[in-house]
């Protein structure tokens, strides 16, 4: 390791005096201009990383669903999940080192992981379309190469579609080609197989309105199209001509604020979906008949998946060689809650056979074990009739989900096929249960770090007092719940709350903001009913 080559190139990325930074639920994420010494930090960690991994590692420039202003970086670990929590600490540490320690802070990670080195290195790169994500990349680069370590930049990728890269370089493209023609010809062939087995393949199934919240979404989306437009045709919206990244559009606005983005021609009962920033969620809705607004959200989306996997596993049901667990299919698919973060949800989801996450505001996808596709790809040759059928279906909705991240191309193509294939509207999907009211705001603190949660965020237990505050208001509403969190991507407290009406819910959650307000250092103006 050439540490005075780290050592000269570090000062052109100056740290920001007083700057401190955390790798939070998806990487670093803060205003653009204050990321530079970040990019080429991460560059470093991604280069130590692979030869820790002797695998590729990837590198992502975005700031998802943030304001256009904002940016950030996240690592990509070998099978292109997000990075290992002991990693999250180094990559912390490294950020906010001062120069002068730079080199002692490299060394220490080298030791406690035991990186070899003298192996190589190999990084790839992607970015979203925010102004600032291309001088950014290049600090990334100038980290990556000052270690030595080989990379290749993707340019303009979804994030997904950077894990998905990652995934199949290291799996020697048994998961797909690493190029966006791979992912994109891997994902249009399993959504046309699935397809062409749909007896209603009328227009209502064949176009789907796509809100692109003006990001990366809209240019692969069109890169994409014509690859699988025999089967679905897309109208985009918010495709980044005119519109500003995330504002007033996107699946974050149209979760949190309830309401159709802007710019968006909806008809009623028309099936409109929209993606965040760069495209790794994806929200549903409608108008009704009489212009009520109607959201499908992340839950939903998991409740359609599982209900219809969970069909074509008893359609093909192949006797006792599945863990208990799997088992349990037969008569109710099991559900666990984790933390906020696909991170925790995917690592749960690689405990069972198949598993199926998706966090409310559309982030998720489907894993399928090894074991699982193997005996998939076999049942489908060996049974017969029906069975082979749904033995067919599975293996290509297998191949349709990307399972290296949550990713709204690949999950709006899975969701399209199922409703095709099942013959629902999104209003009978939407009916498949009836979600409570509920209100999502946020508020400002001084540092949202004082409140700190248990029970998968369920239950604050700092600071003092605001739990049992929670307790009190809850008691008013009926059929009530609200939690407050941190975000870890915006320097905000969230909150939820529901209830039996609208009304009820606005009124928790606006009573609870105060409570946090008061209780966790609110800063600026009072929250406003
Ligand atoms: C990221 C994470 C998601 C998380 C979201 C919001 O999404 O990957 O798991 O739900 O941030 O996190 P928070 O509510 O803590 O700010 P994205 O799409 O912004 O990368």
């Known amino acids: 390791m050439d540490l005075g080559?780290?050592?000269?190139?570090?000062?052109?990325?100056?740290?920001?005096?007083?700057?401190?930074?955390?790798?939070?639920?998806?990487?670093?994420?803060t205003k653009a201009e204050h990321l530079d010494h970040v990019m080429f930090r991460m560059g470093l960690l991604a280069v130590l990383r692979s030869k820790q991994t002797k695998s590729t590692i990837g590198v992502m420039v975005t700031a998802s669903h943030n304001p256009e202003e904002d940016n950030g970086v996240k690592l990509v670990d070998p099978l292109g999940e997000m990075l290992a929590p002991s990693w999250e600490e180094h990559a912390t540490c490294l950020a906010?080192?001062?120069?002068?320690?730079?080199?002692?802070?490299?060394?220490?990670?080298?030791?406690?992981e035991a990186v070899n080195l003298q192996q190589d290195a190999f990084i790839v790169i992607g970015r979203d379309t925010r102004s600032s994500s291309e001088k950014l990349s290049q600090s990334v680069i100038d980290g990556v190469t000052v270690l030595g370590g080989q990379f290749h930049d993707y340019g303009l990728l979804t994030t997904p579609q950077l894990h998905y890269m990652v995934y199949c370089r290291n799996t020697s493209g048994r998961y797909g080609k690493a190029t966006t023609e791979g992912y994109y010809q891997k994902l249009s062939k399993a959504f046309l197989e699935l397809t062409k087995q749909a007896s209603c393949s009328g227009d209502e199934y064949r176009s789907l309105k796509v809100d692109c919240a003006n990001g990366i979404g809209a240019l692969k989306l069109r890169e994409m199209e014509h690859y699988f437009s025999q089967g679905l045709s897309v109208q985009l919206f918010n495709d980044g001509t005119k519109g500003k990244l995330n504002h007033l559009c996107g699946a974050d606005f149209v979760k949190s604020h309830q309401k159709p983005p802007q710019g968006m021609e909806m008809k009623s009962n028309e099936r409109c979906c929209s993606f965040d920033?760069?495209?790794?969620?994806?929200?549903?809705?409608?108008?009704?008949?009489?212009?009520?607004?109607?959201?499908?959200?992340?839950?939903?989306?998991a409740t359609l998946i599982s209900s219809f996997l969970k069909e074509l596993l008893l359609e093909v049901w192949w006797g006792d060689w599945l863990p208990c667990e799997t088992r349990l299919i037969r008569e109710i698919v099991p559900v666990y809650c984790t933390k906020t973060g696909v991170k925790h949800l995917h690592h749960k989801a690689q405990e069972f056979d198949i598993g199926v996450y998706f966090e409310a505001n559309g982030h998720g996808t489907a894993l399928f074990s090894t074991t699982v596709e193997m005996k998939i790809k076999q049942l489908?040759?060996?049974?017969?009739?029906?069975?082979?059928?749904?033995?067919?279906m599975l293996e290509s909705i297998i191949d349709l989900f990307n399972q290296a991240a949550g990713d709204a191309i690949s999950d709006m193509l899975v969701i399209e096929a199922i409703l095709a294939l099942k013959g629902l509207t999104v209003q009978q999907w939407d009916a498949l249960y009836t979600d409570l009211p509920n209100r999502q705001l946020k508020v400002k603190v001084a540092d949202r770090r004082v409140i700190s949660t248990?029970?998968?965020?369920?239950?604050?237990?700092?600071?003092?007092?605001?739990?049992?505050?929670?307790?009190?208001?809850?008691?008013?509403?009926?059929?009530?719940?609200?939690?407050?969190?941190?975000?870890?991507?915006?320097?905000?407290v969230r909150i939820y709350a529901e209830a039996d009406s609208q009304e009820s819910a606005d009124s928790l959650a606006h009573e609870v903001s105060l409570a946090v307000f008061q209780l966790a250092g609110g800063i600026g103006e009072r929250p406003q009913p």
């Open 454 to 492: 248990t029970d998968a965020e369920r239950q604050a237990v700092t600071p003092p007092g605001l739990q049992e505050a929670i307790n009190d208001l809850v008691k008013k509403y009926k059929l009530s719940r609200a939690f407050v969190r941190p975000s870890g991507t915006e320097d905000v």
């Open 380 to 392: 489908a040759e060996e049974l017969e009739d029906k069975k082979r059928k749904a033995a067919k």
């Open 96 to 112: 906010n080192a001062e120069e002068q320690d730079m080199q002692r802070v490299l060394i220490d990670i080298s030791k406690k």
């Open 277 to 301: 920033g760069d495209a790794d969620r994806i929200v549903y809705y409608y108008h009704d008949a009489h212009g009520r607004f109607h959201l499908v959200d992340g839950d939903k989306i």
């Open 5 to 29: 080559a780290v050592t000269k190139h570090s000062a052109s990325h100056a740290k920001p005096n007083g700057l401190i930074l955390q790798y939070g639920t998806a990487g670093f994420r």
